[in-house]
């Protein structure tokens, strides 16, 4: 592959499509491309799109569903796991929480590594990070063989407290890499150095898990690429290959994030304060919140669960990432009549095979494209530029069908399917606006992906929002944030203690070792340390409480050992979230975050738009419309085709390669001077 020295691409690779944009700083353009994911080899995919474009890159910013679909589909390594002796059972007990009360037929997920592959050796650390019992190397060194004997080509140790003091688990990884280094060992405290045994248990035995499986597709794609390659982070941040493969599992929500960074760039290009990101693709829909330019993050989050929209029923990590909420809503999602005689869409998906009827790759069951393209909203000729020709009477066959059961027709389950599907992304997105104690009607709505902009007139009609905007080439707007995220890595270390008996020799040491190690995972993604950004984080909570919040800190304060400072940052936030602070009672810091952060791969400013000649009489097609009375014959514009400052009165279709805008009865759409299109509710 012919590299230009300042040149990057960006490669998203989703359960349906794969999506490239590859920017050349040199002329100022952006070249993109999408093309359905192939799913046995995705690297495939990524090869053929990067030579499709026709830009030689300098490097490639990488997104993968790949680490979260080897934990859905269970095709990883087989793990062992060595633990403290007594600890054995901590993946099967779990946190003992019943997920859904009234289930009698409850099921759990199965843990990664069964009881036969879990060995237990003498060691032990007590909470405080002190050496109650020393390690047993040969112990180590027995249950490492056994395993590896066993067929483990992956082992994970977690030790009891290792969180506290990490010596006893550095040094069986050492042991274990150096008597066996064609086996991936990782350490629990090295991968969540976190509280709270049984999250970072699962954490740790999930790493080990994909640890093979990405560290082959790696080595692979960087052989087929021969290029630098750098990877998205499930906190919207970019890392080089030799810290992923060290921490696969921080990939788990990578090309989610992604669209997430996407949202952020817009909403401090814009000076928008409070922004509700909709990034709908084939597969999902998935909702983030940026407040003041920044992705609103968590430091948990589940994979794989059982019931998809149940928490507690998966696999618990933690691990930073942005805080993004899934619905079973994308494109791809199959509609059905429920046990009740009731319509229902998703969360199952027809993915990229066989697809959605309208493919006419062997899907009978019908989708959300389906109802789409049967209402008009989507192009006949095709999605990305027709290279994925659509067959409407398929999808009207399939739609009939469910019809015939709800006694409806085709037209008519379409346009159900699409109420319902808007109405899930709708309710989902009020509801964790109100669990963070936030108004709807305060934010803007920024819509991007393949289905986004198709849906969310609707979404924002229901939330109260009046102001959408669709950035140019939406329907690839996951790739467009890897180019704009950011450089950088997170490291935590619990260290317990209330706030007014910190040890602050201990912590500013613990802060200066976390610092240390996040700038060497950054000097690994070619980042000069004076480019590097240093932010520290503390988690606080009344004491007694079992759950914490997150405060930025100003180093100052902690300079200062300012206590009074954190005391009422604390509160200012707790009463943010909860409407009241505790005056008076004690705080507990139970985790320290040190974030660093350098610039993007390659700066990436405005591409340069082809001015347009203006656009001409547009076509003419039938959608349909509630407000409308149906279907009606509406104008559709060519986004390419329009000039800044034209207006696009609703009901109308502004179609591009990637995606298509619906302008709602009610809603009017303005092309600004930098290629977003804006949509506003008309009075």
């Not at 590299?3 to 100022?28: L, M, Q």
């Not at 280094?181 to 970072?200: H, L, T």
């Not at 921080?250 to 760039?265: I, K």
């Not at 993915?351 to 069951?365: D, H, Q, R, S, V």
């Amino acid at each position: 592959m012919a590299a230009s020295s300042n040149s990057v691409a960006a490669v998203d690779v989703g359960g349906t499509f794969t999506d490239i944009a590859a920017w050349d700083a040199g002329t100022g353009s952006l070249r993109t491309h999408k093309l359905l994911t192939t799913t046995r080899d995705p690297s495939q995919a990524i090869v053929e799109g990067l030579r499709s474009t026709a830009v030689g890159v300098s490097a490639v910013v990488h997104g993968t569903t790949l680490v979260t679909n080897s934990l859905i589909e269970r095709r990883g390594a087989t793990v062992g796991l060595i633990t403290t002796d007594g600890y054995r059972d901590v993946l099967e007990i779990g946190n003992e929480l019943r997920y859904d009360t009234f289930d009698l037929a409850l099921r759990r997920p199965a843990p990664l590594v069964p009881r036969v592959r879990r060995s237990v050796v003498p060691e032990r650390i007590d909470a405080a990070g002190t050496e109650v019992q020393p390690l047993d190397l040969e112990a180590v060194a027995c249950a490492g063989q056994r395993l590896i004997e066993m067929g483990a080509d992956a082992i994970a140790v977690c030790f009891i407290n290792s969180f506290a003091e990490p010596s006893h688990e550095r040094a069986a990884v050492k042991q274990l890499s150096e008597a066996h280094p064609e086996v991936a060992v990782c350490g629990s405290a090295e991968v969540s150095g976190e509280v709270r045994e049984y999250e970072r248990f699962s954490t740790a035995t999930a790493n080990a898990y994909v640890q093979p499986l990405m560290s082959r597709f790696l080595d692979g794609l960087g052989r087929r690429l021969e290029v630098p390659l750098f990877l998205v982070l499930s906190d919207g941040t970019i890392a080089g290959v030799p810290e992923v493969v060290r921490h696969p599992i921080l990939m788990v929500e990578s090309g989610p994030a992604a669209g997430a960074m996407a949202v952020v760039h817009k909403a401090r290009e814009l000076g928008w304060p409070a922004v509700i990101g909709l990034d709908m693709g084939g597969t999902t829909a998935k909702i983030s919140l940026v407040h003041d330019g920044v992705a609103q993050t968590a430091h948990s989050l589940e994979v794989a669960r059982l019931d998809r929209f149940k928490k507690g029923s998966g696999l618990p990590l933690r691990l930073p990432t942005v805080e993004l909420i899934e619905i079973g809503a994308g494109g791809g999602s199959v509609a059905h009549v429920d046990q009740l005689g009731l319509l229902k869409v998703g969360p199952r998906s027809a993915g990229a095979e066989p697809g959605p009827a309208c493919y006419g790759l062997g899907g009978l069951e019908p989708t959300v494209t389906d109802a789409d393209l049967v209402l008009g909203y989507v192009s006949p000729e095709g999605l990305v530029g027709g290279r994925v020709p659509l067959d409407r009477a398929e999808a009207i066959t399939a739609l009939g069908r469910i019809g015939d059961a709800l006694g409806l027709s085709a037209e008519d389950t379409a346009a159900g399917i699409v109420d319902v599907v808007s109405t899930q992304m709708a309710t989902a997105a009020r509801i964790h606006l109100a669990e963070h104690g936030r108004d709807p009607r305060r934010y803007r709505l920024v819509a991007f992906g393949g289905a986004g902009p198709v849906h969310a007139h609707a979404v924002a009609r229901t939330l109260g929002v009046n102001e959408i905007l669709f950035p140019a080439d939406a329907g690839i707007a996951s790739a467009l944030g890897m180019l704009v995220a950011p450089r950088g890595v997170e490291r935590v270390r619990s260290y317990r203690c209330l706030l007014e008996r910190v040890d602050w020799d201990h912590a500013s040491d613990l802060l200066a070792d976390l610092e240390q190690a996040a700038r060497s995972v950054l000097r690994e993604a070619r980042v000069d340390d004076a480019d590097v950004e240093v932010r520290v984080a503390l988690d606080m909570r009344y004491a007694g409480q079992g759950h914490e919040l997150t405060i930025a800190t100003n180093r100052d304060a902690l300079a200062r050992r300012d206590e009074k400072a954190l005391r009422t940052a604390f509160e200012i936030e707790y009463r943010r979230r909860y409407g009241l602070a505790l005056g008076g009672m004690p705080i507990e810091v139970v985790s320290w975050r040190v974030n660093v952060k350098g610039p993007p791969v390659l700066e990436v400013a405005n591409a340069t738009r082809k001015p347009a000649a203006g656009a001409d009489r547009p076509k003419k097609r039938r959608a349909f419309f509630r407000d409308g009375g149906g279907f009606i014959e509406i104008p559709v514009w060519i986004r390419q085709d329009l000039r800044v400052g034209n207006v696009v009165a609703g009901p109308a279709l502004i179609e591009e390669e990637t995606t298509t805008i619906v302008v709602a009865p009610g809603w009017d759409a303005e092309l600004d001077d930098i290629g977003n299109v804006l949509m506003r509710s008309t009075p």
